[in-house]
């Protein structure tokens, strides 16, 4: 069985800050690990996928997230923060080669605010 | 592509009336996913399907809920009775293959049941 958690339900940044959205996931088997965001109003779109090979991993909109086996983590980050990263982000981790098929975890979900 | 096409975009219903949702998915995706997703619970997976076969609906809430999918290119998700409580926004999501490809999610249905 999988799960993700995501520490903060909502993050607050000033714009042309560092984003950093943290998510650990627990998994039996090498995970698949996804990045979603979530726009108001709107269905979820992918940000980004570690599948195998190269930890660091860079998605759409100049986000990137590493995969670090020994943390259990894939932390999502973003050198500068603008203010249409405004969202909802959502980590997700699915059963991997080995399992689970296509169906994913869901995290709870981190609200990022984005100030002037 | 149009992407995963869901009617309709909201639905304002009366408790106890049957609602159902549709759900178009990307050609040649083999995977459909229907979601829920309330402030109280987050996005919770009710039922998905591969080649149109149902293969885990340990999501869906009650006997009220059910799914179907009757060919690749389409799926209903109702609800019967429908109560205030069902109130949400329903996604449904498609994906190709293996576990490591995406899933793309439709705009979504919301619905309020009063």
């Known amino acids: 069985a999988q799960s993700v958690t995501q520490l903060g339900s909502h993050v607050s940044v000033s714009e042309g800050a560092l984003v950093l959205l943290r998510c650990n996931y627990s998994?039996?088997?090498?995970?698949?690990l996804f990045w979603y965001v979530q726009y108001p109003n709107q269905g979820l779109q992918l940000l980004l996928k570690y599948t195998t090979g190269a930890t660091l991993v860079k998605g759409i909109n100049g986000f990137e997230a590493e995969f670090k086996k020994s943390e259990t983590s894939f932390h999502l980050t973003k050198p500068s923060a603008h203010m249409s990263d405004a969202a909802e982000y959502f980590c997700?981790?699915?059963?991997?080669?080995?399992?689970?098929?296509?169906?994913?975890?869901f995290g709870t979900g981190t609200q990022l605010k984005v100030e002037l | 592509d149009a992407g995963v096409i869901q009617s309709p975009r909201h639905e304002v219903t009366e408790m106890g009336q049957e609602v159902t949702l549709r759900c178009k998915p990307i050609?040649?995706?083999?995977?459909l996913f229907w979601y829920r997703q309330t402030m109280m619970r987050g996005l919770e997976l009710l039922i998905y399907?591969?080649?149109?076969?149902?293969?885990?609906d340990s999501g869906m809430p009650e006997d009220r809920f059910s799914a179907k999918m009757p060919n690749a290119s389409f799926s209903t998700l109702k609800i019967q009775p429908s109560e205030p409580r069902d109130s949400a926004v329903y996604f449904c999501?498609?994906?190709?293959?293996?576990?490591?490809?995406?899933?793309?999610f439709g705009p979504g249905t919301r619905l309020t049941v009063l």
């Open positions: 399907f591969n080649n149109n076969v149902p293969i885990d």
């Open positions: 998994s039996s088997v090498p995970p698949y």
């Open positions: 999501a498609s994906s190709l293959g293996r576990g490591y490809n995406e899933q793309f």
């Open positions: 997700a981790v699915s059963g991997g080669v080995t399992g689970g098929g296509n169906k994913l975890t």
């Open positions: 050609s040649g995706h083999d995977y």
